[in-house]
Each structure stands twice: as C-alpha cells, then as structure tokens.
C-alpha cells in the first residue's frame, strides 16, 4: 500500500475516484472517455449482471443482441428520440483505412466513404423496434420480453470512472405489448426488479418513482425511476423503466391485429441498468480504508490469512484450514487462503480492506493451539476471536449479518439526511447542505427550471409511494398536492 | 410450419441459411452485414459462452473489459497488424450530429471533428498493450491472464449468418509472461480448451495444429488452430489461439524487469473464440429437417408434448407429468411441458425438431392408461414406447448417449471423407468431391499459393499430433518431412 487514501470529510470526490482506481476497479485509458474495467471490478459487475439476468429470466425474459450501429435515418425516426441523442454520439462515416499516399502511417480512405452514416448505439430503440418491425403482425405474436447486454456510446465532454463514461456496459430491455396497461405493467414490474437487485444484491436503500417531463428519457411517454442516496448526500439515479406509449411502433410502423381483428400500433417499454451502478455501490457503503462491497456482490467474500514464521508453521495452519476452506465453499462461500509469502500479514490486512473483503480471518500459531481464529467485519472494522470449531456456520451467519447492516446503515444515512421543506429560504440553506428534500411543487416545468438554475437541485422523482397532501410550491406558493423530492445529484 | 426446406444434398448453402432463419437462430438486420441473435439462438451462445468462461476461470483466467475504440496511431504501432485490419475497419470521425440547416433530419456536425480517427475494434491487441505497459513493471506482475467478451466489427462485403458478419461476438484472451516458453505453454494450453470445448460439448471432433505463415494472424509469430470438417466436407476454422512473440510488448514499449534485474520486453499470447461457432454447431450435425443440437448447448433439452382432447384429459395428463418435469429439473435437465392449445402436435412435433430439441416425449390418454410413453430422438429420428416409471433417469442417460451419438456421427463422417492423396491429379480430382487431403507439401509460401489458385484449397493446418513420414510435395515434389491437411473451406 502507498500513501493513505483522501478522506471523504476532505474531498468526497477525490476519495471516489482514487478508491476506484487503488481498489484496481477501474481506470481511465487511453481513449478520451472510454474506461477500462479491471478484473476486480468486473468480477463485481459479472455478480450483478447474473443477479439481475437471474431476476429477468424469472420475470419471463430472453436474452438477444441487435447490431452495434444505428443508421442515422433510423435515429431521425422518432423525432424527441433523435434530438436527445443526436449531440453526443460516435459516428462512423468511412470502412476502410489506407496507406498514407504522403508518407508514414494509415489515413482514412476516401473511396471508402458510406452512403449513410452509422451511429454507434446510444441506446437501441430505434434498432430494435426497426426489427420488431419484422416480428408482429398478430397479438399472438405478443408480448416480446427481450433483453440485451451490450456497450452503448454516449459522447460526453465530461467523464468520471463509470458514473459518466463514454463508453458504458448496460443491459436494456425492450418490450412489446399489446395494450397499455400490459406495458404499464410491465414498466413497473421491472422498476420492482431493479429496486430488489439494489436493496436486496447492494444492500442500497432506493426511492421508487416517475421522473419529471423535463427529466424524462428522450422518446418516453413515462420514465420511472429509482433514486438512492450517495454519502455526500447527492442522489444518484440507478436505473430507469420507461413507457414509451405506441410512440417508436409509430414511427417504425409496427402494427398488429389485434384480437378484434382490427390493426394498431404495438405499445411498448424499455429499461436499462448500467455500470454506473459500481459507482453508486462505492459511493453508497465504502469508507476511509476502502471499499466496502455488500457480500452478496463481492468477489472474495472471506479471506483468510496465516499469520507464521517458519515453513513448518505455515504447514500446520494449511492442515488445519484446508478443510474450512472446502467447506466454505461447499457452503457457497467464496473464499481465498492467501499463503502468498511476498507480502507480509499487515499488508495484506490493509489490501483486502481497501479491496472491501467483507470477513477477514487471521490465525496464528497461537490460535492453532488455542483451536481459535481471529474473525474481522470489514463493514464495522470490528475484530473477535472466536473458537475454529463450527466456523463456517458463523461465516456465512455473518455474511448476511453484514449484508443486512450495510444496508440498514445506508437506510438510517438516507432518513437522517431526507428533510420536508416547506419554505424557500429553508430550501436554499439546505440544499448546500445535501440530502433529499420532500417538497411541495406546483408541477410546471418553469418552476423547476428556476428552482434547478437557482440550487442545482433537481427533481429526482415524484414518489409513487406517498400521502397526498396539499399544500403550497416551495417556489411559487402555487397548489400542490404531494411532496417530490428534490437533490443535487450525479 | 411453412414449407420445407431445402435438402443438404440439393443446395447445402441455401439449406444453411433457411435453416438459421426459420430455427429462429438470426436474422439479417438491416444494417448492411450485422446480425441480429434471435433468443432461440442467443440462448444456444450463451450457454456456449458459460462453458468456455468456465474452463477460461478454472485454468486461472479473468474477465475485464476494455474500449470499443482504438485509436488510428495505435493499430499503426504493429505494422503487419494494422495491415492485416486497416481495410475493413469501421471509423469513427465526428462525435456529433446536428440539425440539418438546409431541411429535414440530422446532418453529421463538420465542428464535431475528432483530432483523431477512432477505429471500432477488429480484435484489442492494440488497445489492451497500449494498457498493460501500465501494469507491467517487474516479474512479479506476471504472467497476467485475462479474457475480454465483446463485440469486434471487421467490415466485409459478402456475409452470412453467423460465419461471416461485419459485427460479430467473441471472446478474446490476451496473456502477458515473462518467458517465451511460458506464453508457449498458455498458447497450447488454450487451444487445447478449445479443443475440448469443441469435442466435449459442441460434439465437433476437431483437428488441432499450427497455420503455415500464409494463413497467420496479422502480428502473430505462431497461429494455432483447430478446424472441424463441416457436412459438405469443407472446413471451419473454430478457434484459434496465438503466440504474439514481443512484437506488441515492442510496438507498445512493455517491458518488465525479469528475475536477474534486466529489463525485458513482455511475452504475448492471444486466443478468440466467437459466434461463428453457431454456424459451426448448424452445419456439422443438421438433417434436413432442421437443427440437431447437442444436448449439452440445447436450450430446451426435453419437450414433453400432451395428447388430448378435452380440458379433462389435459388435466389428467399435467398431474401425472408435472412431478416428472420437477424431477427432470432437479436432474438438471432443462425441460418444457409444451400445454400450448393454439397448436396441434403435430405442428408442435415439426416444430421442435426444426428447432433440434434432442429429446420429445409425447403422452397421450392410451399412455396414460398403459403407464407409457413415447419418446423421440432428435438424432436419429428414432421413437420407442417405454414406461414412465423411471423415465427420468432415462432420460438423463439418454442426453448422454445423444450428445456421444452425434459426436461419433461427425467423427466418423470426418474420417470417411479425410484422403491421403500423393499425385497430384488424384489432388485435383478430390478436392472437387470435398473433404480434407493429408498431402505432402515442400513447406513453400509459392507452393501454398499455387494449391490454392489452382483449386481454391488451403492449408488449413500442419498436424501438431502426427507421425513424421518423409514424402515428396504433392504439388512440386520436392522433399516433405510430414503431411499437412488441405481442404476448401469457410
């Protein structure tokens, strides 16, 4: 380990981004904006992607993969669509490079120019519904409940380790219905599923709710919406469900008969869950010594390290954890016995802490004869000795022990940082000091321009859980009739 | 159904490219050369895909992922390699679109111009080197065994479904060591994965060796291969795995201190394995009454179809089977009840063999009577009437004996249509007929290079399991120390 890692009190943003690095999570490379995913971290994104590929499969869902480009007449096709992509996009406009005429090197060839240029994906509705196109005459044909995994490019001017890359890995589902309310349905259900991978898989509590018109996804009837709340108070927006009405059917003339035997357009959804999700998971749970990964998601969920002097010490220790290690694992505990001798103990402690290894064991000669282990909690940086005997049981005990109380603790860190405001001058105090604010809104988009120009603070979501309530706009004294929460936010 | 399709024996190409649409495998997409995976199909890779990450992970690989884009100076930095690529690479050259001034839709911004060409990746040596001089500084940092899952674009001008398309899926090992011998080694070792990948669960009885110089990968100083022989008696190269030597660790400037304090460039290795092995998995065991899949990549590995009349039946039927379907399950085999009443069996009946579904069960009233069953093989197209009682393990044994059936069919073919042939007539005579040719050849690029326009043949491998025999070339006749295998091919 070299120097101690920024402290979140100092610099919550430097910390962020030099623990994703230290915790060799990811890093930036060489082409502007793209990041590259280092095995640690994406040993984390392949545990959530078999989580929520788990929960998709079970809700009914296949898996499928449409072309990487997207013509650009395709993208033109839905007007609002079109215009939220169309300034931050990667466009290929040649296939072919060749020798430079004039000396070293390769040049674009000129002769290789395409008749139409081809976007790298933002997004695929537009490829999607373009073949859905091909799939739907009948309502039998529905609904289609696809999924894909793919990598999306969004060209940003401004990028930060997966919270805003230009290149990000994503799933995005697409589905096709036949009446609104099986979409509506549908848009729900997997706002639902999303909302269980991150309370349940990254122990982060979430708000559920519909985002604002002006905060909609660009072609969307509706976009639904879970918010959760990072340490510094700003809300990070961690996957969205969207209605899309028969608005792409439309513009891609995707029609069906329907049971009356009469034509209409197919209704649809879409919802995506990308790797911005590793920088909600860091920013949600970890601390000052590193990481701290829920054990549902962590690669390593136990480490054991052997504390000796001599080979022979070394021998004994191996003897008596080997079957431990068996058993944990028979257990389906993942487990590392790290006897590397290049590093010694403290090293090694400080490592798997920055690494975020929820349970730590360290056993030394002593605690052989003494049949003990000495067991350490990353969430909680508590350490006990406890006896070897019946070991595995108290593992995985702990495990969801820990799993539970980093989620119990983002959960009290959000209701102690969530305040009802009712006064624009509290407001504007509050908000430099971060959390959620639940606020009366008139529900014009005027106001919330002001309010976001003023405060930066957005509205994250209007709750779909909540209490009516009249009451006055924070801003403009008008009607409202339930709070919605305003954040700045990532 | 609709109507047949074509016969193997009558239009071998065509029968292919129906049989991948109507099995519901892939479609063209409309962008010029992609593919879109249909469900059917995609389900099929990824259970490939879980198998080749299993073996990758057990023999201490893992997982990262790295951009999209390689900039045009780095493929430049290898020089055969950016030769090898440069002519059918997509380019990007501008990051926006904006509102056509003169009209309608969007126009690419001549603003938006990158300083520097990006190239959507056709492999990542480049991208990933250009990266690992940030890891490499000692021995001890070594070897680094990493797999990449992504998609490549190489721009080609003829397609087909799966065997050649401009955007494609893989996976893509890249192995840095600190010895020549070691990164040897890993080469072998990952062919040899290969190798039983292909054997072990694609039922593909494959032959492994090394490409001569003409056929190497652009950059490699060795290419090994494996190639399996397709049902029309040509070849399919099915994976290949290199050794790099240093020229990338020098054309990216990656050196390490070894052992002794010097500093040495890095060792290379890369291995990829991709989506053209669905058309390998079509056409080396497909009858011509669809897909015949082996059962351990079969997305549904047994159907079970109900034969009835009335509601009453149905319901007769579904109790007796319903706790055979969850014993199935808890053998691991995946299985569907297949109740649907919009479809007659015998409509169901084509349907899962089209779609190659290894074994079908079809009860019906008399069955149910008699405490039988028939069953269906999708391999040899044989059925039985057989007790339920113990169907289930029945079953487990026969998926066995399916998945060492079709393998033993694509061996034997293989070995019926692979020639010894000394003349060079006899040469020519053969090659019309198909298969592969164990000939001599005096070790000559000109030689290869004359065999080939002279009859369309390549060396498609030199034998790395082989007994040296010398012989005359069957072309020139001059001296040969061993046999190489030549065959027309994919």
Known sequence: MSKALPKRSENYSEWYNELVKRADLAEHSAVKGCMVIKPYGYAIWEKMQRALDDMFKATGHQNAYFPLFVPKSFLEKEEEHAEGFAKECAVVTHYRLKSNPDGKGLVVDPDAKLEEELIVRPTSEAVIWNTYKGWIQSWRDLPILINQWANVVRWEMRTRLFLRTTEFLWQEGHTA????????????????????????????????????????????????????MMQDGKALQSGTSHFLGQNFAKSFDVKFVNKDNQPEYAWATSWGLSTRMMGALVMAHSDDNGLVLPPKLAPIQTVIVPIYRSEEDLAKITKRINPIVERLKSLGVSVKFDADDKYKPGYKFAEYELRGVPVRLAIGMRDLENGTVEVARRDTLSKETI???????????????????IYQKALAFREANTFQIDSWDDFKVQIEKGGFIEAHWDGTSETEERIKTETKATIRLIPLETTEESGACVYSGEPSKQRVVFARSY
Chains 1, 2 share one sequence.
């Open 177 to 228: 219905h036949a009446t609104s309310e099986e979409a509506i349905e549908e848009t729900e259900k997997m706002l639902g599923v999303y909302a269980t991978f991150a309370e349940d898989w990254m122990a982060l509590p979430v708000l559920k709710g519909l985002k604002s018109a002006n905060e909609r996804f660009a072609g969307a009837v509706e976009t639904y919406c879970i918010e959760a």
């Open 387 to 405: 006896p070897l005997d019946g070991i595995e049981s108290k593992i995985v005990a702990l495990l969801d022990e820990i799993q539970a109380n």
